[in-house]
């Protein structure tokens, strides 16, 4: 019985070291499956930094040429509107205030918090606006209508898609001013959100107000200007908000190709620190292994 029980004890004994030996061999399994991850995950973040830092060169030359025709209309307004939204808070408390807000976006994402602000910009006006005013939203690229769409999607009246896989051009901002007028929303005061880019690593989230044609007839300033009558004024009015939304997607879309580029490449360091530390970590690990088996190998033979 002794003889049987000591046969049991070595037993129990030899599984423990094997169940031992797998659970060591096992986690080097694990560290070096998560190691061998986190470097390819590594190689394509360079690779998006690299592919983001030519798109941001070729979207900065363009915007030097874009700003013109923001400046632009944006004189325009301000100088037929000095007052800004001063003017259209005057009306009568039981009539309600038509306000168009457009969210500047694109449909990609891995760049930072530059479609978040946006989105968190319209949610404010959305909550801050009066008992009389009646705002609607229009969505310009999937990541602001994807942040609006749950709590305040019954505010968003028209949405567009396949932004920001190529450069924003003058006929996509024309298709989309077109396709705000046509909405059926007769706005009397407008707003475009979008980002103003600043620097490499730095952009402003900023505004831009746009008229219809009859808020621009009711300003008494537009009679500084001469030989203005109703057909240039309709014509100016549709091509004025394509000049702000293209202005507005211009600056927008250098934002954000120098914010993904400032992100890939802190993405590109923390996994460069991850690597060093899952190295560590492997290497101390089949070090302690090695270790292990060579105690229990001496120990077997100092047995023998």
Do not use: W
């Amino acid at each position: 019985m002794l003889r049987q029980g000591s046969g049991a004890l070595q037993l129990v004994a030899s599984n423990l070291v094997n169940a031992e030996q797998q659970r060591g061999f096992a986690t080097l399994k694990d560290i070096s499956i998560r190691l061998k991850s986190v470097k390819n995950i590594q190689k394509i973040t360079k690779s998006m930094k690299m592919v983001a830092a030519a798109k941001y060169a070729k979207a900065e030359r363009e915007l030097k040429g874009a700003r013109a025709y923001g400046v632009g209309a944006k004189a325009f307004f301000d100088n037929i509107n000095p007052q800004g939204d001063e003017e259209v808070a005057g009306k009568p408390a039981d009539e309600k205030k038509k306000h168009l807000v457009v969210c500047i976006t694109s449909d990609r994402g891995l760049c930072g918090a530059v479609h978040t602000s946006i989105a968190k910009e319209a949610k404010n006006m959305i909550s801050k606006a009066a008992p009389n005013e009646d705002i609607r939203v229009v969505c310009i690229g999937d990541k602001s209508r994807a942040v609006l769409q749950r709590l305040h999607g019954k505010y968003i009246i028209l949405s567009a898609n396949e932004i920001g896989r190529q450069p924003p051009t003058f006929a996509d901002a024309s298709i989309a001013a077109k396709a705000i007028l046509d909405a059926g929303f007769d706005f009397e005061q407008g707003t475009i959100l979008y980002n103003r880019f600043k620097s490499v690593v730095s952009y402003e989230t900023s505004k831009l107000q746009i008229l219809p044609l009859e808020a621009i007839k009711t300003k008494e300033a537009l009679s500084t200007y001469d030989s203005v009558d109703d057909d240039v004024l309709q014509s100016y009015a549709e091509y004025s908000l394509a000049q702000l939304i293209y202005y507005a997607m211009k600056e927008s879309a250098t934002s954000e190709q120098s914010s993904r580029m400032t992100a890939m490449d802190g993405a590109s360091k923390n996994a460069g620190e991850m690597i060093d530390k899952l190295t560590l970590a492997f290497n101390r690990t089949r070090q302690a292994v090695i270790t292990r088996e060579l105690i229990e190998i001496i120990s077997g033979a100092a047995c023998v």
